[in-house]
Structure formats: C-alpha cells, structure tokens
C-alpha cells in the first residue's frame, strides 16, 4: 500500500492514500490525549482527544485510492465500506485547489466531478502537487481515448499521455479586475437602496430637507462600502486569472489565497451565461459563464461546474466564443421580442408590490408614504425596460433566452444539451395568452427560460427543441 510517493505513476493501478498531512489534526490530536492520558491519567479532554484522533487516523488509513486504465476506484469507511467507481468518460471537470497552507506544503486538492448528484463527486486532499497534476493529465487523457489500450490491458504497463501544450486565450489584468469588482456591486448597491430608503425617510420625516441630505450621505457610504468589498473579493478570487485552450479543453486558473485550476472539456459544456447590470452596461463589459453537468453546489465556492470570465467586453463576445468554442454557432443570436402584453405584466408586477408598500406607509407615515408613492413610478421605465432586454432566439444548433435588468442574463443552450422543456401558466398570464417557459439541462441549478412568452410560440417551442436534442 502506497501512501502519494511522487515516483509512483497515476496510470500504476496499486491501492493508494493521500498525503498524511491529510490527516494532521488527527495526528496533533491523538498525539495530545496520549500525551494529557500518561502525564494526568484522566478521563475527560484527553480521552475524547484520543479517541477523536485515532479515529480520523483509523479513517485515513482506510481510504484509498486505485487509478485504473479506465476508472477510478475510492475505497473509503471503516464499519461501512464505500466503493465509488468512476469512468474517466464521464468527467465533467477537474479541479484542482490550492489554499495557502497548501501552496506553503507543496499540497494540492483534487476534485474530479461527473454529471451525476453530488455523491459522485470525489475530493482527493491532500496530494502532492506533482501528484495532483499527473493524475489529472492522467483522467484527461484516459477521458479521450475512452476504451483501454488494446496493445497491452494492464493498467501498469501502459503509457501516459504527454500533457497537451495550453495556449493562453484569455488573461485579465490588475485594473480590469478593479473595474470589474466595482461595476459587480450594482444591484446590491440598489439593494441597499431600498433597504436605507424606507428607515432614513420616517427617521427624518419633520424635515423633507434633513432626510434628503442623510439619505444622500447614508448611501453614498453604503456604495463605497459595497464597492470596496467587491473590489477586494474581485482581486482575492481571480486575481493571475488566466484562460488557456489545451487540445478541447478549458483550463482556467486563478486565485491569490487560494489558487484555483479548472479543467473543463469543451464539449461538456451545458450553457453559456453572459450577465450584466447597469453599471457595466455603462462600462460596456460583461461577465461569461461556461456551465457543465458537473453537480452545481458540491463546491464551497461555488465554482463547481462552471468556468468564469468576470469581465469581458461586449465587442469581444462572439470572437471569444468562437475561439475558445470551436465553433461560430455559439455567437450570440439577435433575440425576438415578447409580445405587447407582456410589456403591460412587466410594469404592473414591477409597480403593483411598490403601490403596496406605499400604501401601508402612507397610513403609518404620511411623508414617507408620499416618497414611495414618488418611488413607485420608477416601475413604469423599469417594466419598459425589462421588456426591451428580454427576448428568445433559435437557431440550428442553439436556443437563447435573455431577461433581466438590474441583472441582465443571457443564456445559450446547444439543442442537443436540452433534456425537457416545459411551460406553467399562471391565471393572470391565462388573461392575456402568456405562459412562461423553461428548458431542462443536465446539472443546471435554474432551468433557463423566459417569462410571458406567447403561448403558440412557447408551444411549438416545448414540442419541438426536446425532438430536435435527440436528432
């Protein structure tokens, strides 16, 4: 039994364990409660120390890990035995995390998902970094062949692939990464519009002219508060950022505190998201998502299943998608608009909620009821513009749907990604012929689709993209 020595091979099929530093606090706190048992010979903390770090050593110990031509083999439990097979055809992704601690060990942690529930997913931490990257070029390149080598089936024996060379499509610099923290805090800076409004208008209702001045104040400090955190975050999270194509996959890396490397093939990939708000329109850049099946919330930091870009210009889109797609078709198509009615339900659900609450705080607040009374009529040009943005689009290989305002989205689905699709009517949409629809992909936690379509188009829609995915 090997225990991650780096002259062992990923492709040599022997039963190995990941690195003992994997279980240090084991060690530290079986070696504690030994030591308080011989020196104090008691029976409370240094007991439960004992026991605790025996059991996360006894739990090392018996969790392995078998690479195998075509499948990787985890063996873990003690009482329980686990076995969890996995064909390198079904990866999704690989991951590999580096947090300081491990950047300072020479330690990496490898993540390997396949499209299935979060239960397929396996976590090897912690590997030496040496170790990591082999098994990884390892699974990548087991994942493309497919079948085991017909010249010689023993795993021992065969050859790995030399890594593929990585061509660098895409880096993002210092100050990009600034403007990009600071253009991502506009919808929580209109959040903590509308929360700061509310209180600071009844606070100051005895003098209109008070209340306006600490408004003011109150959200400007709020701005720069939001703004200087998501600056901060921008910079933490992505910051060498670089976007590399190596043979079909997507090798995305970054990360100050925590270095990130992410495999993504390509041909994995479920959607595409390009978002953006107003503050960024303004700066006319956006952010992309590339989404595969991978299971979407294994991942603390939520970047499980997905490759991000957080800051991209508008111009650059379609080039881009093409570059690191291989493919023209992924070029975002012009959307056709919603009909008419639709426009009137955007207004009216956008201003109905803010008459409302303009309502109640008139009976509570004269003056404060008044200003939201003023506030609602911001529903009419945000209904308006709503409408404007959001629309549908089908092409021969793609279906596109974007909607949204404070936070514009816009998804691109390959026809042959979509598992089902499906429309749910509301009796006000019953009215006036609108439905809404969705499509069902594989490892998406939010099923894309769009609000108020016309019924006949979302129809022929549901009946037709579900046969065209299985042509």
């Given at each position: 039994m090997q225990c991650d020595p780096p002259a062992l091979e990923p492709h040599q099929?022997?039963?190995?364990?990941?690195?003992?530093?994997?279980?240090?606090?084991g060690f530290a706190a079986f070696g504690v409660g030994v030591?308080?048992?011989?020196?104090?010979?008691?029976?409370?903390?240094?007991?439960?120390?004992?026991?605790?770090?025996?059991?996360?050593?006894?739990?090392?110990?018996?969790?392995?890990?078998?690479?195998?031509?075509?499948?990787?083999?985890?063996?873990?439990?003690?009482l329980s035995r686990r076995i969890q097979v996995v064909p390198y055809r079904r990866v999704q992704q690989v991951d590999i995390r580096r947090s300081l601690l491990m950047q300072i060990f020479g330690l990496a942690a490898l993540r390997i998902e396949t499209a299935g529930s979060q239960a397929g997913t396996v976590d090897l931490a912690m590997l030496d970094v040496g170790t990591a990257e082999s098994l990884r070029t390892?699974?990548?390149?087991?994942?493309?062949?497919?079948?085991?080598?017909?010249?010689?089936?023993?795993?021992?024996?065969?050859?790995?692939?030399?890594?593929?060379?990585?061509?660098?499509?895409?880096?993002?610099?210092?100050?990009?990464?600034?403007?990009?923290?600071?253009?991502?805090?506009?919808?929580?800076?209109?959040?903590?519009?509308?929360?700061?409004?509310?209180?600071?208008a009844v606070a100051f209702s005895a003098s209109v002219g008070i209340a306006a001045y600490a408004l003011t104040l109150w959200l400007l400090f709020l701005a720069a508060v939001v703004a200087a955190l998501s600056t901060i975050g921008s910079l933490l999270t992505?910051?060498?950022?670089?976007?590399?194509?190596?043979?079909?996959?997507?090798?995305?890396?970054?990360?100050?505190?925590?270095?990130?490397?992410?495999?993504?093939?390509?041909?994995?990939?479920?959607?595409?998201?390009?978002?953006?708000?107003p503050l960024r329109r303004a700066f006319g850049v956006v952010s992309v998502s590339f989404r595969s099946a991978a299971s979407i919330g294994a991942d603390r930091g939520g970047a499980t299943g997905r490759v991000d870009i957080p800051i991209v210009n508008r111009a650059d889109i379609p080039g881009l998608l093409a570059a690191l797609m291989g493919a023209r078709s992924w070029t975002p198509p012009e959307l056709q608009p919603r009909p008419t009615a639709a426009r009137r339900r955007g207004i009216v659900r956008r201003t109905a909620p803010l008459l409302a609450l303009a309502a109640i705080l008139l009976v509570i607040e004269p003056i404060a009821g008044v200003i939201a009374f003023g506030v609602a009529v911001v529903g009419i040009p945000w209904g308006v513009a709503a409408h404007r943005r959001a629309g549908h689009a089908v092409t021969p290989s793609i279906t596109a749907f974007g909607a949204g305002v404070l936070h514009h989205r816009l998804h691109l689905v390959p026809i042959e990604r979509i598992q089902s699709a499906r429309t749910v009517q509301s009796p006000f949409q019953r009215r006036v012929d609108l439905t809404t629809f969705a499509l069902d992909i594989a490892g998406s936690a939010s099923a894309p689709g769009l609000y108020d379509l016309d019924v006949e188009a979302a129809t022929s829609l549901r009946r037709a993209l579900p046969r065209r995915a299985l042509e």
């Amino acid at each position: 039994m090997q225990c991650d020595p780096p002259a062992l091979e990923p492709h040599q099929s022997a039963p190995r364990r990941t690195h003992p530093l994997t279980a240090i606090a084991g060690f530290a706190a079986f070696g504690v409660g030994v030591l308080l048992v011989v020196t104090t010979a008691g029976f409370g903390l240094d007991l439960f120390l004992t026991f605790f770090g025996g059991l996360s050593l006894v739990r090392w110990w018996f969790r392995t890990y078998e690479v195998g031509p075509d499948e990787l083999i985890v063996r873990d439990g003690v009482l329980s035995r686990r076995i969890q097979v996995v064909p390198y055809r079904r990866v999704q992704q690989v991951d590999i995390r580096r947090s300081l601690l491990m950047q300072i060990f020479g330690l990496a942690a490898l993540r390997i998902e396949t499209a299935g529930s979060q239960a397929g997913t396996v976590d090897l931490a912690m590997l030496d970094v040496g170790t990591a990257e082999s098994l990884r070029t390892w699974v990548l390149s087991r994942r493309t062949a497919g079948v085991v080598d017909n010249a010689d089936p023993n795993p021992a024996a065969a050859t790995l692939a030399a890594p593929t060379p990585e061509v660098v499509m895409f880096a993002i610099s210092g100050g990009r990464l600034v403007l990009a923290g600071v253009t991502a805090s506009a919808v929580a800076f209109v959040a903590a519009f509308v929360v700061a409004a509310v209180p600071v208008a009844v606070a100051f209702s005895a003098s209109v002219g008070i209340a306006a001045y600490a408004l003011t104040l109150w959200l400007l400090f709020l701005a720069a508060v939001v703004a200087a955190l998501s600056t901060i975050g921008s910079l933490l999270t992505y910051a060498r950022y670089t976007l590399s194509l190596a043979g079909d996959d997507l090798r995305l890396t970054h990360g100050a505190l925590e270095r990130r490397h992410v495999t993504l093939p390509r041909a994995r990939v479920q959607h595409i998201e390009i978002s953006d708000n107003p503050l960024r329109r303004a700066f006319g850049v956006v952010s992309v998502s590339f989404r595969s099946a991978a299971s979407i919330g294994a991942d603390r930091g939520g970047a499980t299943g997905r490759v991000d870009i957080p800051i991209v210009n508008r111009a650059d889109i379609p080039g881009l998608l093409a570059a690191l797609m291989g493919a023209r078709s992924w070029t975002p198509p012009e959307l056709q608009p919603r009909p008419t009615a639709a426009r009137r339900r955007g207004i009216v659900r956008r201003t109905a909620p803010l008459l409302a609450l303009a309502a109640i705080l008139l009976v509570i607040e004269p003056i404060a009821g008044v200003i939201a009374f003023g506030v609602a009529v911001v529903g009419i040009p945000w209904g308006v513009a709503a409408h404007r943005r959001a629309g549908h689009a089908v092409t021969p290989s793609i279906t596109a749907f974007g909607a949204g305002v404070l936070h514009h989205r816009l998804h691109l689905v390959p026809i042959e990604r979509i598992q089902s699709a499906r429309t749910v009517q509301s009796p006000f949409q019953r009215r006036v012929d609108l439905t809404t629809f969705a499509l069902d992909i594989a490892g998406s936690a939010s099923a894309p689709g769009l609000y108020d379509l016309d019924v006949e188009a979302a129809t022929s829609l549901r009946r037709a993209l579900p046969r065209r995915a299985l042509e």
